[in-house]
């Protein structure tokens, strides 16, 4: 690993972990606190004035529409999957099963942050719940909501779009996430900072060891080799 490699690690990880620490280490969260709560309220509020919004807020939290930001992903993938060799193809299989394992492994990581709080929904009295205003079993609230865990997994596929195959890619997996970590803000299952603060600051650090030193590459091309079926390299 270069130097400069090594540099834009560490400067990634500053970045983390000085956005986590300006939201853990005030009082009540420091003007963090201020944006939560008025972007809630904001939402909140226009849940019983504004139809049309409540309605998009229902659809877009209903569970089975998590199905259309694994859609949005495939799709992505798909495209580069098309263009590719049948080696290319292998390779591009091994990348997806280690950037599954890499959710896997960063999501039972986050149970050691020293975080635990309840969703805006839970910790505001007399709220609007969306699940009550249409009879659509959303996911409305959330017992520990940071980091946001929807969040997160989103950013780690953005980060490998960015990783193994254009900034093309990485900036529509951006819009993915905006896209479809929002809902979850706007509903109220997520404080703002949950994803902002919590999913993204976790991303920053735990991606940049994983993705820019040797450690991903070792275990893509150690799957390429070994995996089963068609395609494999010939032994050396």
């Given at each position: 690993?270069?130097?400069?490699?090594?540099?834009?690690?560490?400067?990634?990880?500053?970045?983390?972990?000085?956005?986590?620490?300006?939201?853990?280490?005030?009082?009540?969260?420091?003007?963090?606190?201020?944006?939560?709560?008025?972007?809630?309220?904001?939402f909140n509020d226009r849940l019983v004035t504004n139809k049309a919004l409540l309605w998009?807020?229902?659809?877009?939290?209903?569970?089975?529409?998590?199905?259309?930001?694994?859609?949005?992903?495939?799709?992505?993938?798909?495209?580069?999957?098309?263009?590719?060799?049948?080696?290319?193809?292998?390779?591009?299989?091994?990348?997806?099963?280690?950037?599954?394992?890499?959710?896997?492994?960063?999501?039972?990581?986050?149970?050691?942050?020293?975080?635990?709080?309840?969703?805006?929904?839970?910790?505001?009295?007399?709220?609007?719940?969306?699940?009550?205003?249409?009879?659509?079993?959303?996911?409305?609230?959330?017992?520990?909501?940071?980091?946001?865990?929807?969040?997160?997994?989103?950013?780690?596929?953005?980060?490998?779009?960015?990783?193994?195959?254009?900034?093309?890619?990485?900036?529509?997996?951006v819009a993915i996430v905006l896209i479809f970590a929002t809902p979850r803000i706007m509903?109220?299952?997520?404080?703002?900072?949950?994803?902002?603060?919590?999913?993204?600051?976790?991303?920053?650090?735990?991606?940049?060891?994983?993705?820019?030193?040797?450690?991903?590459?070792?275990?893509?091309?150690?799957?390429?080799?070994?995996?089963?079926?068609?395609?494999?390299?010939?032994?050396?």
């Open positions: 690993m270069t130097t400069n490699r090594l540099l834009k690690i560490l400067v990634l990880n500053a970045l983390g972990f000085a956005l986590f620490f300006s939201w853990y280490l005030p009082a009540n969260h420091g003007f963090w606190f201020g944006v939560d709560k008025s972007i809630f309220y904001w998009l807020i229902a659809i877009t939290n209903f569970r089975p529409f998590d199905g259309v930001a694994l859609l949005a992903m495939g799709a992505l993938y798909l495209s580069f999957w098309l263009r590719e060799t049948p080696e290319g193809r292998r390779r591009m299989l091994a990348i997806g099963i280690v950037m599954l394992l890499s959710a896997v492994i960063l999501n039972q990581l986050c149970r050691f942050i020293p975080v635990s709080h309840a969703s805006p929904t839970k910790f505001f009295p007399h709220v609007n719940r969306v699940a009550e205003l249409t009879g659509i079993p959303t996911k409305d609230a959330s017992a520990n909501s940071f980091p946001g865990d929807h969040g997160m997994m989103l950013m780690i596929f953005a980060s490998f779009m960015l990783r193994y195959f254009t900034r093309r890619a990485f900036l529509i997996a509903i109220g299952a997520h404080w703002f900072t949950d994803v902002a603060v919590g999913s993204l600051s976790v991303v920053l650090v735990g991606m940049s060891w994983w993705l820019m030193t040797p450690l991903s590459d070792y275990l893509v091309n150690t799957l390429y080799r070994y995996l089963p079926g068609k395609n494999k390299p010939s032994a050396k």
